[in-house]
């Protein structure tokens, strides 16, 4: 295969992905199998498409199965909601009504009369996510770094949860400084997606001595001696949640799938310098990304 071949190859991943989803979408579908249509790990198959969609794998596959469950509801005869729920995936209806509300911002009795006005909002908010301004930059080479410790406090996380990783910060903040704390750096540390749910483990935290003593409701957590490619984000003195979303996105949907680099079963992590304002114009994070090497 030519070069110019494999390349048309990795243009295509995620269109291959939709089409093997679509193709088997009211089947028994996993994590796992799709890791393994996708070629990746079930780890970092889950980030990247996270990245890539916005949701996990079972969230979007539940997501394209309500999207179904919505069309149906707009014709002119629509099914039961209890036919529909199971129809659906759902075990109940009870289920499918909190996940469609979810979904559409409303339950699905109402969405039949309102189907236009609510699908109209959505869009709405769906493309003001969608401009936001990115200026993202990579790394030229691979970056080599130490092992080193980060304390702080972590949760575990999923698709309906995410929404609630900046409450770790003022955990973290009340306690600073630390005992045994190297810098002034923080960083947010990914570890441990499931591939039964796409969940992960997530650390606001500063670097510490290996034997530092924490307060209580803090953890520590040994980062691993590793090489990463690295990205740095300049942020625009807006609000910093959509513009990260962005960043990772372009990171995990776009660049790495196309990357000449083997990714690694290690944490990544965002950066942030000492000085680091969100609100600032012209403050960056730094995104470094495990890789294998050799």
């Known amino acids: 295969m030519s070069a110019a071949q494999r390349q048309a190859d990795r243009n295509g991943f995620w269109e291959r992905i939709e089409a093997h989803i679509a193709a ?20 970092h198959f889950c980030r990247a498409f996270t990245a890539r969609f916005g949701e996990s794998p079972m969230s979007y596959v539940r997501s394209l199965r309500l999207a179904h469950a919505a069309q149906r509801l707009e014709a002119p005869n629509p099914p039961a909601l209890t036919e529909l729920a199971f129809d659906s995936g759902f075990e109940s209806q009870e289920a499918f009504t909190r996940a469609f509300r979810r979904a559409y911002g409303a339950p699905p009795g109402q969405f039949k009369r309102d189907a236009k006005t609510i699908r109209i909002e959505r869009e709405r908010v769906m493309t003001a996510a969608a401009n936001v301004k990115l200026d993202l930059v990579q790394q ?40 045994g704390q190297r810098g002034y750096h923080t960083y947010g540390v990914s570890w441990g997606g499931l591939a039964s749910d796409g969940s992960f483990r997530y650390m606001a935290g ?59 079963n290690g944490p990544d992590f965002e950066d942030y310098a000492e000085d680091f304002a969100p609100l600032k114009t012209g403050a960056t994070v730094d995104y470094y990304v495990p890789i294998l090497t050799g």
């Open 140 to 179: 030229p080479e691979p970056v080599k770094r130490a092992a080193f410790a980060v304390a702080g406090a972590s949760a575990r996380f999923n698709d309906d949860t995410k929404n609630q990783i900046p409450l770790l910060w003022p955990k973290l903040i009340r306690h600073l400084p630390l005992a």
């Open 24 to 43: 088997r979408l009211f089947e028994p579908l996993s994590v796992a199998s799709l890791a393994v249509a996708a070629g990746l790990s079930p780890y």
């Open 206 to 264: 500063v670097e510490v001595a290996p034997d530092a003593t924490l307060p209580e409701g803090l953890e520590l957590w040994p980062v691993p001696a590793q090489t990463y490619l690295v990205f740095r984000q300049t942020l625009d003195g807006g609000e910093i949640h959509p513009q990260m979303r962005a960043a990772t996105e372009a990171i995990w949907s776009r660049i790495l799938p196309n990357a000449p680099y083997k990714l690694a």
